[in-house]
């Protein structure tokens, strides 16, 4: 079957955290760049949301910092953690030799938006949304692109250098038979939301009682909230009901 074909120099599958800033660095230091996204937004509610103070000197280095920070609806250069009723001071990032000794909390959507409008300014990048690769284009033993799917058709792109950026479950290392290394996580982290009152500026992130674990990350009108609970547990606690699982949240 002849499909359209397409070329760049280097061709990145998942504009995730990783695809995304590698394009902006490939574009900027001008080489041609297609990273291709199989969504058609950056919009999803699973990621996390704290930029560490590192990622923040990373960005002041790429001269992105100063119109990243007001992205950052929260800051907390000390994390609280309320330990059976009493709450402690966690860790500490004000003494860091850092240019922002804190940790930011920003919608990762919100991070990626952004990054995916800083390399737009540079003419070697393109960002393609609702594309999504769905097998390796291979030449003499050798991965020479991607076969990219998206709404209208099936065509092709080859590059000099293709990257999986395709995250935790990625084709690309499925086509390429690379093997995950288990590494046998005990947890899983049960997300949910709940109202954040006005004026919530005194945070605190952890809460730990009676064996249960709540991570409140502070977002403009609602805390995002992940339960730590053990691998494989919702079942047991979706089997205990909806009035148990409130009462075991307000609990702690
Ligand atoms: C619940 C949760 C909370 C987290 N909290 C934090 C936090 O607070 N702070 C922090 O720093 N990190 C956090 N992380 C980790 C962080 O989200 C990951 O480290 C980061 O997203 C990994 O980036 P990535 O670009 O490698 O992969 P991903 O973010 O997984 O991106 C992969 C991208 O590839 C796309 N894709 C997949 N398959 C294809 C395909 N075949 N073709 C095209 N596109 C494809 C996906 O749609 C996705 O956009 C959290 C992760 C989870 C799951």
Redesign the pocket.
């Known amino acids: 079957m002849n499909r359209r074909t397409e070329r760049t120099t280097c061709l990145i599958?998942?504009?995730?955290?990783?695809?995304?800033f590698l394009g902006f660095l490939l574009a900027r230091a001008g080489v041609s760049v297609t990273v291709?996204?199989?969504?058609a937004d950056?919009l999803?509610d699973?990621?996390?949301?704290?930029?560490?103070p590192s990622?923040m000197q990373n960005l002041h280095e790429l001269g992105l910092l100063d119109e990243c920070l007001p992205l950052m609806d929260f800051r907390a250069n000390k994390l609280k953690v309320n330990i059976n009723g009493q709450t402690f001071d966690g860790p500490d990032f004000s003494d860091f030799d850092t240019k922002c000794p804190f940790m930011g909390f920003v919608p990762?959507w919100d991070l990626l938006n952004f990054m995916a409008e800083k390399a737009a300014q540079y003419p070697g990048f393109d960002l393609r949304m609702s594309?999504?690769?769905?097998d390796v284009i291979r030449d003499g033993g050798r991965v020479r692109g991607l076969r990219c799917e998206s709404d209208e058709e099936t065509y092709d792109i080859h590059a000099d250098l293709v990257v999986a950026?395709?995250?935790?479950?990625?084709?690309?290392r499925q086509c390429t038979d690379h093997a995950v290394d288990e590494v046998g996580i005990p947890i899983d982290?049960l997300?949910f939301q709940l109202a954040r009152p006005e004026g919530d500026r005194g945070h605190t992130l952890g809460w730990l009682k009676n064996g249960n674990m709540l991570i409140t990350?502070p977002r403009h009108d609602h805390y995002q909230i992940?339960m730590v609970i053990r691998k494989g547990g919702f079942d047991s606690i979706r089997a205990m009901g909806l009035e148990a699982f409130r009462s075991t949240v307000a609990s702690v």
């Open positions: 599958a998942g504009g995730g955290p990783a695809g995304m291709i996204e199989k969504h950056f999803r699973f990621r996390g949301d704290t930029i560490h990622t990762q594309t999504k690769a769905v950026c395709d995250g935790r479950g990625s084709t690309i982290a997300w990350i992940a």
